[in-house]
């Protein structure tokens, strides 16, 4: 069985719009596409290194494939250890529109159980390289197997999250973690099952304790 590979650059506050250059993505209004150039630093460059040196596929949604089809097959040679991997591996493309994947080795996802199907299949690690969208889905579905967030010391303020409305509930649990020298995080974690809840609080509430929660149940708090 293959795993799904979640790998995200993520500002401080979980916003991964746009990393990558200027024109990437600044739609909404995104005035910060091209924020990580200029706070990246080797813990990052080894990472990268890490996921792209050894086999995989590329899992994505449409809006990151448009991104990448028109980048990386006309990348230059300085680029080549990204991509002649990116263009000679398997795309695999969660979409529901109709226009043509022209980049090579690119195959259309209709929808989860499809990609299930994939998962478990033979072949290599699918990487997901940006794609917001994805996350909360396969969160849902349980078909992230691991996420590594590379987490850059910039406050962005408003953007494409991460972890955007519908994404469920869940705990992870941390298997690795690098601090770069300039501040960044790599933090891998694997899906822990559910939320559970507890309390630090051993003693009855006092009467105003007692008073706040009756607020809060009417309302008025």
């Known amino acids: 069985m293959r795993r799904i590979i979640g790998a995200a650059f993520v500002s401080l506050d979980g916003v991964m719009q746009g990393p990558g250059g200027p024109t990437e993505d600044p739609t909404g209004g995104f005035a910060f596409s091209g924020w990580l ?82 998962k478990q299949g033979d072949g290599p690690d699918l990487v997901i390289q940006g794609s917001s969208t994805l996350y909360p ?23 494409k999250r991460i972890f955007g409305n519908g994404t469920p509930p869940a705990t992870l ?18 899906p822990a099952g559910p939320v559970q809840t507890g309390s630090y609080i051993t003693e009855a509430p006092s009467e105003r304790e007692q008073a706040r929660q009756a607020a809060m149940a009417e309302g008025n708090w």
């Not at 889905?137 to 962005?156: K, N, R």
Request: net charge negative; hydrophobic share 40%; glycine share 8%.
């Open 137 to 159: 889905q396969l969160l849902a579905a349980g078909l992230l197997d691991e996420l590594t967030l590379m987490i850059s010391p910039i406050i962005l303020g408003n953007g």
């Open 173 to 190: 649990k941390l298997s690795s973690h690098k601090v770069g020298d300039e501040g960044n995080i790599i933090a891998t974690y694997a």
């Open 37 to 118: 150039p200029p706070v990246g630093d080797e813990a990052i460059e080894h990472k990268i290194g890490e996921l792209f040196g050894r086999p995989f596929d590329l899992l994505l949604g449409r809006r990151t494939y448009d991104i990448f089809a028109a980048y990386w097959p006309y990348a230059s040679d300085e680029m080549a250890d990204i991509r002649d991997p990116f263009n000679a591996c398997t795309k695999y493309v969660v979409t529901h529109r109709d226009q043509p994947l022209e980049w090579d080795n690119s195959e259309r996802v209709d929808d989860l159980e499809a990609l299930r199907a994939i």
